[in-house]
DNA sequence: CTTTTTGCAAACCCTTTGCAAGACA
DNA sequence: TGTCTTGCAAAGGGTTTGCAAAAAG
């Protein structure tokens, strides 16, 4: 069950590190299309699954929308824009005691958290105020 | 573009207030269909849908999961179990200063956030513990 | 009588899966 | 060689939508 070095592995890793802005898998699979026609919709859902289960890369999972892919690996937050549904890091503190205080209010032995900000982005404020 | 009062509309809510514990649209249509047959799945997606557009209900997003719908409409939180799937209220206090910090971080305007715990309920807990 | 809502089925998005052929170690 | 990975197409879960008929105001 040893991982194994493929082409398609590293032209897929490759390619989410040049998008680098948290591209979901469907937009590094249009991506890496352009150049490689022939890798498979279904090889870059599942290798960046195996790349984010491998700790390689980050998995962002977006409320109501497709799953985003993060080059980086650090423990960070994210905010998504409601006008054009981009995505960007949120560079803020991890909750530390978040999950200590959740486990006793609820009784569940808490693994981890997600926080999600939603918000209007500084490009989509700017075209909201020169239409209004 | 007033909400009409229908049949069906007050039948869908008052199964979402019987079942409590945040169900899944498909839940509440298995719920309803049993009584009443001719009631569609459509017809219960929009107006859970509606009826959360217009603050009468709260609605859950989980992350990687459909969404739940909520009875109570004051701003909690939610732990999903990883092992069974239910979904519990979670009550600690609401993050007052999180949109503020996530805003001058990020530079978007946030709107809200939403905080999600992952964890193994009492339940499981329990399972876990007889089973090894 | 006008507008919303319903029920149905089909479409939709995102993702996973079965399988035979191909690539890695 | 033995096992993992690929590519394809089909299936899957969750949800929305087009449309004509029915119901609300």
Known sequence: MTS?????RSIIEDELRRLANHPTADEV?????????????????????????EGKI?????????????HQTFAH???????????????????G????????????QITS???QFDGICPACQEDLATTA
Request: with cysteine; net charge neutral; hydrophobic share 35%.
């Open 113 to 115: 958290h997600s926080l």
């Open 4 to 8: 194994r070095n493929t082409v398609q």
């Open 97 to 108: 005691d978040v999950d200590e205080v959740a486990a006793r209010a609820s009784g569940y």
């Open 58 to 70: 980050g998995r962002v999972r977006i409320n109501n929308g497709a799953d985003r892919f993060d």
């Open 29 to 53: 699979y249009e991506a890496v299309h352009v150049e490689h026609p022939s890798i498979g919709r279904a090889t870059v859902y599942r290798t960046l699954g195996k790349l984010s289960d």
């Open 77 to 95: 937050y994210h905010v998504r824009c409601t006008c054009c549904g981009r995505v960007d890091d949120v560079m803020i503190p991890v909750l």
